[in-house]
């Protein structure tokens, strides 16, 4: 299995065997709706680097639904009053980002349910799985995901979507603490910059999970190579 660690590519031959077990595993995409997407000019929290991954992730999807594995699609809705945001106590980044973009306009308008803000821009089929209640930066938060997970008895989650270095990492870092094993599908993400994205991948290589191109993945699970769990104890060999 070809993994990235610390932005090196590594072959590792053994030890990650429950990681990439595609009975205990989901995709989890997270924000890829109109409010991040949206091209025009009042797109509310705009993430354009993101828009070059829709096709790609569409892609992806579709033949990870040709495997039987979920994919669970999570976006941000804050209720109308404004109580889970501006008018109680906002989220961080509503004052600190524009430090570094500059002023947003719209951005009151952000993930406001029944908005065209929140609509999905990749593909949502029948099939799949939505999370919605998504208020702060986790997936998990304050969400029913860990819950979704543990029904459909998933131990492992693949990440994509947006922004690499804010909701990715963050989804990494609770994943990791609830005690599932992540993977992040590093060519299915985007940061805030090239740096960013380095730094929050790095970030995950080294302490929360696996960093993968999604295409090595699906020849992993097209394989039948990893439909064991490994053995406790088993050693990792490093080419």
């Keep these: 299995m070809r993994i990235h660690v610390y932005g090196q590519p590594r072959d590792v031959t053994t030890g990650f065997d429950d990681y990439l077990d595609p009975a205990k595993t989901a995709v989890v995409s ?10 025009s000019p009042d797109c509310p929290c705009p993430a354009p680097r993101a828009r070059d991954v829709v096709a790609p992730i569409d892609a992806f999807h579709d033949k990870v639904r040709a495997l039987g594995i979920p994919i669970i699609h999570v976006r941000s809705v804050l209720r109308r009053s404004g109580v889970d945001d501006l008018n ?52 998990f938060y304050p969400t029913d995901l860990d819950f979704l997970l543990r029904n459909m008895r998933v131990e492992t989650i693949v990440l994509n979507g947006g922004f690499t270095d804010c ?16 993977i992040v599908a590093q060519d299915l993400v985007r940061g805030t910059d090239d740096n960013l994205e380095a730094a929050a991948l790095a970030m995950v290589s080294l302490h929360l ?31």
Excluded: Q
Aim: aromatic share 6%; hydrophobic share 40%.
């Design 167 to 182: 909701c990715v990492l963050n989804t990494a870092f609770d994943a990791n603490n609830h005690n599932y094993r992540v």
């Design 88 to 139: 109680g106590i906002s989220a961080a980044w509503r004052r600190t980002f524009p430090l570094h973009v500059g002023a947003i306009p719209n951005s009151e308008a952000h993930a406001i349910e029944g908005s065209r803000w929140t609509e999905f821009v990749t593909r949502v089929e029948p099939s799949d799985l939505i999370v919605e209640t998504k208020r702060r930066l986790s997936a």
């Design 30 to 39: 997270i924000d890829m709706h109109r409010g991040h997407l949206d091209p």
């Design 209 to 239: 999970g696996l960093v993968v191109n999604s295409n090595d993945l699906l020849d992993e699970w097209s394989s039948g190579k990893a439909s064991g769990v490994a053995a406790a104890g088993k050693s990792m060999k490093i080419a």
